[in-house]
């Protein structure tokens, strides 16, 4: 008796936490406000394809930050003021402190089209520290988690972000940090946890940004 008893609570929980995965599914086309219909074709005009799957779907639920949200991934998509490879691999550091499998996934895919190293990739993955990063990599790396971690910025780090890259590679890092911790707190809140079928990459951590200073 108590093992089938252990066995309904057991199906009962694992039920639980498959419904409990998304919070905010795509809205049915037939439900959209004309605010969010408007949103969506928005989209479509700028980036050329359709509407598919987080954020995009979650932060429909306020159709006036779609173009907005939009412009600023196109923006370092096309006009990044850091090369391709690092741009990416400030995302991967973002979507990694927040455990952002969504992102994740698609942005190690980006990255490594762009041509950032996959031993990297899995450092930062794994929660360690990168071996061998050029010294641009390491600068980005350097910066974004004292940003994350620390809210702040060293002035040592800050001095070497600025002879390498300038003032606006400093903003521009300082940018992706900030709006890849934005769409992850808005997944987060949505419990988006990866594209279907595709298994997770990044395991929390006990601690968020435990090890990923490699201090």
């Known amino acids: 008796m108590r093992h089938m008893i252990m066995s309904v609570l057991l199906g009962l ?11 905010m599914p795509p809205v049915p086309v037939e439900k959209m406000t004309d605010a969010q219909k408007k949103a969506v074709a928005d989209y479509k005009a700028l980036r050329g394809v359709d509407m598919t799957g987080p954020p995009w779907t979650v932060l429909l639920r306020v ?4 173009v907005p949200a939009l412009q600023i991934r196109l923006h370092y998509l096309n006009n990044s003021a850091l090369p391709a490879p690092l741009t990416e691999f400030a995302i ?21 089209a762009a041509g950032l190293k996959s031993e990297l990739m899995t450092a930062v993955a794994e929660g360690r520290r990168p071996e061998r990063m050029g010294d641009e990599e390491a600068i980005v790396y350097d910066f974004s988690l004292e940003l994350q971690d620390n809210q702040s910025v060293s002035d040592a780090t800050y001095a070497r972000a600025l002879g390498k890259f300038g003032e606006p590679g400093i903003v521009e890092m300082a940018s992706i940090q900030g709006y890849y911790t934005y769409l992850a707190m808005v997944m987060s809140a949505a ?23 490699g201090k």
Do not use: C
Not at 95 to 104: F, K, S
């Open 92 to 112: 991967l550091i973002a979507a990694r402190r927040w455990t952002n499998n969504w992102e994740w996934n698609a942005h190690s895919t980006a990255a490594a």
């Open 63 to 66: 159709p006036a930050q779609i």
């Open 191 to 213: 419990r988006v946890t990866t594209q279907p079928g595709v298994k997770p990459a990044l395991e929390r951590f006990p601690r968020l940004g435990q090890g990923l200073a």
């Open 13 to 23: 929980s694992v039920s639980a936490a498959a419904h409990a995965q998304e919070r």
